[in-house]
């Protein structure tokens, strides 16, 4: 049974840019929600996705947008890329009837750099 | 808002020694409480939770304890071993809107040396 995987691994763009980083949940899973890592912090929630909407979503600006495929799997867009958008992209995954201490699954991430 | 406090770091250790890190939260409701840990170069694991006030969560010899009237969550384990070397954190969801949420502490580097 896979768990979640993400890609790509390993990304670098230049400021003004765009990026598209997939992930495809563990087996089962319908919600998958994504964070942000900066380099020595703790990850950040972005937003999360559930039947193919955003149900949550965090402190970050429009430029950070979504989407849910009927599959589950689930890509972040990010325009406009600024520097500070460098940072370790995790997704994770989980079951929506589940309780909120049920354990979120998470995926290696993404590290993109932005030069 | 929900928030959730580490100790600083970094943590060093010897290998045996008694470790504990800290981690004290704020917020509404009863949340419930996680440690992830983050081994170099790969994504989060789940270490333990626990879901309700004075639950104990363990694993791998760690154990923590929902302690509400001191809103604290601390990390102990009695042995520790150099293939514990790794970024632990502290973490909590809550109900409500913040439903699935997780918010994380800022993490606390553990080096364990022989």
């Known amino acids: 049974d896979a768990g979640v995987t993400q890609s790509p691994t390993h990304l670098i763009k230049t400021r003004g840019q765009q990026v598209t980083l997939r992930c495809s949940p563990k087996?089962?899973?319908?919600?998958v929600s994504w964070y942000q890592q900066a380099l020595g912090q703790g990850p950040q929630f972005i937003f999360q996705y559930y039947e193919e909407e955003e149900r949550q979503r965090g402190n970050f600006p429009d430029r950070f947008s979504g989407h849910q495929f009927p599959n589950y799997s689930s890509e972040l867009n990010v325009n406009a890329l600024l520097l500070g958008d460098s940072a370790l992209y995790l997704c994770?995954?989980?079951?929506?009837?589940?309780?909120?201490?049920?354990?979120?699954?998470f995926g290696p991430g993404t590290r993109l750099t932005v030069l | 808002g929900n928030s959730v406090t580490q100790m600083e770091g970094p943590v060093t250790l010897s290998e045996e020694a008694f470790l504990t890190i800290n981690c004290t939260y704020t917020?509404?409701?009863?949340?419930?409480l996680f440690w992830y840990v983050q081994y170099p170069g790969e994504g989060l694991q789940l270490l333990l939770k626990a879901t309700k006030a004075d639950d104990k969560g363990s694993n791998k010899g760690f154990e923590a304890t929902y302690r509400k009237e001191t809103t604290s969550f601390h990390l102990e384990k009695g042995s520790v071993q150099v293939s514990d070397s790794a970024v632990y954190f502290c973490?909590?969801?809550?109900?409500?809107?913040?439903?699935?949420?997780?918010?994380f502490g800022q993490g606390t580097i553990l080096t364990v040396h022989p």
């Open positions: 917020a509404t409701g009863y949340p419930s």
């Open positions: 994770a995954s989980s079951l929506d009837i589940g309780g909120p201490g049920d354990e979120q699954f």
């Open positions: 087996s089962g899973h319908d919600t």
């Open positions: 973490a909590l969801t809550a109900g409500g809107t913040s439903y699935g949420k997780l918010t």
